[in-house]
Nanobody
Framework: QVRLVESGGGLVQAGGSLRLSCAASGSIFGINAMGWYRQAPGKQRELVADITSGGRTNYADSVKGRFTISRDNGKNWHLQMNSLKPEDTAVYYC?????WGQGTQVTVSS
């Protein structure tokens, strides 16, 4: 069993920045692929960014150049979000080892 806990969400004005963090605990062995997803009201959950065990990153087109995924070690990773837009408003979830975090709300006001 793996437990993921997100932190860092909140309310920010358009053009601002937020940094999300995910901390993993439990039965974790080695470095695995990790990711961030988001779900806006009335929409499906979508991939925002992920990072492979080898460190290769992948981003949704809508966030390229504005968001950066990073990893401290095998148990903690982050999503730096700059130049935020109202359309980035959503609940953000971290994912790893087949498990999901509980989600953290990000709200961007215009």
């Amino acid at each position: 069993q793996v437990r993921l806990v997100e932190s860092g969400g909140g309310l920010v004005q358009a053009g601002g920045s937020l940094r999300l963090s995910c901390a993993a605990s439990g039965s974790i062995f080695g470095i695995n692929a990790m990711g961030w997803y988001r779900q806006a009201p009335g929409k499906q959950r979508e991939l925002v960014a992920d990072i492979t065990s080898g460190g290769r990153t992948n981003y949704a087109d809508s966030v390229k150049g504005r968001f950066t995924i990073s990893r401290d070690n095998g148990k903690n990773w982050h999503l730096q979000m700059n130049s935020l837009k109202p359309e980035d408003t959503a609940v953000y979830y971290c994912w790893g080892w087949g498990f999901w975090g509980q989600g953290t709300q990000v709200t961007v006001s215009s």
